[in-house]
């Protein structure tokens, strides 16, 4: 461990002259209320850096630009926001051994109605990165772009689970930030070239940017993507370094495009062959969909618990575990998440328990991410539970059941096979591995048997079919492979 360490401080003192060390962050804008004066929001900014740079100013400045007549941003007004002094700055969980810091900035402003763009920046990021040509030259900068409608409050979109930093080559990885929307809008989430600076709404992004899920960096068994469906990211990482990433969210509201936003986070990926990775041992008992993924199913007032164990292959690590999710702070009925030893070794177990109300019924499911650590590593398992008055069937979702596409792996063209209960518009979505979408497609479909034929001109490579509602909420996910 000691080793680790000091390969990391070495590294980082080496470009630490006069940089602050930005590592990543967000800006998000919450909904409070409504008034003659206009939307009142709170903003946040929250920035990640390491304790080896300069230190943060404790007041930052956010620019607001607003959609004019003809379509174009222009400057409205510049907002302080101040340090909040009751959030701390440091990671607890990740200060002593990492040296990392959180900034947390919070303030309110006043909105009309209307299009608008909130702009933060600061110099400089960490000249270690690897992954972008300049980095001590680009400033680390986000946009999060923000409908405002009184009669149809709005927030932005945000991310339930903290930032992990660190993790070894050569080992597969797993994380998921959980995107999430506190209003029930649809979101798509993928990977973009982060942003760094500029004069105008819209601002630059780095030069020289490069994704993880190249060659020079990623492992062939599992190259650096993100889940369309869950939003967890999977790498196993061949290059030692500092790389970064920028998770990218857009919100529809009834298939209307009404906001995005963008998650900037730092990843040192360290050299290390000693030290076990902590993992969940029963993951597999855990149901799962017609796509592997783990999937459970409640009815409403149903009383349930889910019990996974968790270990660490080095005797004398100590495991914990965090719980993350939707159904802990959004819903009629919340669950709780516990943990306790085993007395078996480092093993612990923890309890999800949950009894949903008919309240908390809806034909999309609710994404909990279960983060196991060593207080050096971490690893996250996603988990979907769906509250449903129907726990029998998998495949149908209010009244439209779907079977397996085919033929799979497929050259080119495939069917998909679709049973409705009354008329459906429906659109087929298809996305590469770094979640971006490579094709869309809009049908109307009335009710009976079909038999859809879609052919798509496509790379070989793994691809993965959303099947969505007009509100752009997913009805049916499939993996498809393509073979030239």
Known sequence: MKKIFTLILATVLSFSAYSTHLMGGQVTATYLSSDSIGSHYIVNLDAYRDTFGVSMSLIQQLDIYELDSSFNYTFLFSQTISFDTTSGTSMSSMSSVYGVEIYHFS???????????????????NGAIINMSAPLSESMTFATSLYVDAANPNSTPTFLSDPVTYLPTNTFWQYNPLPFDPD???????????YSGGSSA?????????????????????PFSIDPITGQVSWNAKLVGNFVVSFAIQEFRNGVFIGAMNRDMQFVVIPDSTNAMPMISNINNVPTNSMGYPYVKIMPGQSYQLHLLASDADINDVVGMEAFGESFNQTTSLSTFNVLPTGNGNEIEGTFSWTPSIDDVRSFPYLVVFRISDNFYYFDETIQFEVTNNATSLESVDGIAFSNIYPNPTNNRVFIPVVLEESKKMSIEIYNVLGTKMSQSNINLGVGSHLIMKDFNLSSAQYIILIKDENGMILNSQHLQTVK
């Open 202 to 222: 819209i601002p630059d992004t780095v030069n020289g940017y490069e994704y993880l899920s190249d060659t020079l960096y990623s492992n062939s068994s599992t």
């Open 107 to 125: 303030d309110s402003i006043v909105l009309s109605d209307g299009n608008y763009i909130i702009k933060w920046s600061d110099c400089c990021r």
């Open 184 to 194: 029930g809008d649809s979101l798509v989430w993928s990977l973009s070239i982060p």
